[in-house]
């Protein structure tokens, strides 16, 4: 099995032209004609998750963050991405990332996420094309309503956090809920008007929390809680078209952000 059909399995599922216009997702770094000997699959990609590879014997790394944002005009050890790309380079192993394709795909990352929470009925909440098959962020409802802080420890519990960043508490039960992994700030307003009772997101910005006070119960896990799942899905994906390819869902926690 060579780098390009397991790459060409997970287009399949999330095809590239679904990524955002400004992202940069598919093949980052390698060669694609080389024989697969382990894929490791990850969130982020440093040099911590190369060495990794490295060590499980894993020639392909596939992640849910683009290693490669932007060109690079130099690759040196001038800073972590160009040490990466160079490593990677180095040690024969090819870098693929599945972004904001697998994001905006049916039955991708919020689709996870929604399942981790135990949403029902769930369709994108703002559906992109004719066929509604694709979409930013998803909605879905509870199989019971829940009060406000029996929510947030359920989604906490869910994602594992150590805490949560939330609006005034909403004094009615949460059914309808909105989600959009990541930095899905940009979704709020069409969480309210899809009138969901709560709406889940991986980080927004301070000014977004004020004016909704008992419209919607904001819920603010981090970005890296929020998409942590996502290599599950890669994992699956790469077993059921690709049986062959040994997979590894990385042990390295990529995570900058330390709560204290």
Do not use: R, Y
């Given at each position: 099995m060579k780098i390009k059909e397991v790459l060409s399995a997970l287009e399949r599922f999330a095809p590239l032209p679904l990524q955002?216009?400004?992202?940069?997702?598919?093949l980052q770094v390698g060669l694609t004609e080389t024989e697969v000997s382990g894929a490791l699959l990850c969130l982020d990609v440093n040099e911590r998750i190369v060495d990794e590879a490295m060590a499980k014997g894993c020639n392909l790394i596939v992640s849910h963050h683009p290693l490669l944002f932007r060109g690079l005009k130099t690759i040196s050890d001038l800073n972590d991405v160009q040490r990466t790309v160079m490593s990677a380079i180095q040690k024969g192993i090819a870098v693929v990332s599945m972004h904001t394709n697998m994001d905006n795909a049916k039955g991708g990352v919020n689709y996870r996420i929604a399942e981790k929470l135990g949403?029902?009925?769930?369709?994108?909440?703002a559906p992109a094309g004719a066929d509604g098959e694709a979409g930013s962020g998803v909605v879905g409802e509870l199989a019971e309503p829940q009060a406000a802080d029996d929510f947030i420890i359920a989604v906490k519990k869910a994602f594992g956090v150590e805490c949560a960043m939330c609006n005034e508490l909403l004094r009615r039960p949460i059914k309808r809920v909105a989600l959009c992994g990541g930095a899905g700030d940009f979704l709020l307003d069409e969480a309210v008007k899809n009138q969901a009772d709560a709406f889940i997101t991986g980080e927004m910005h301070y000014h977004q929390y004020f004016g909704y006070e008992q419209t919607i119960q904001i819920c603010v896990i981090g970005h890296y809680q929020s998409e942590q799942y996502t290599a599950e899905i890669f994992e699956e994906i790469i077993r059921k078209e690709c049986p062959d390819v040994k997979t590894y869902i990385a042990e390295t926690n990529t995570n900058p952000i330390l709560y204290i």
């Open positions: 955002e216009s400004w992202d940069n997702a598919g949403l029902q009925d769930v369709k994108f909440l």
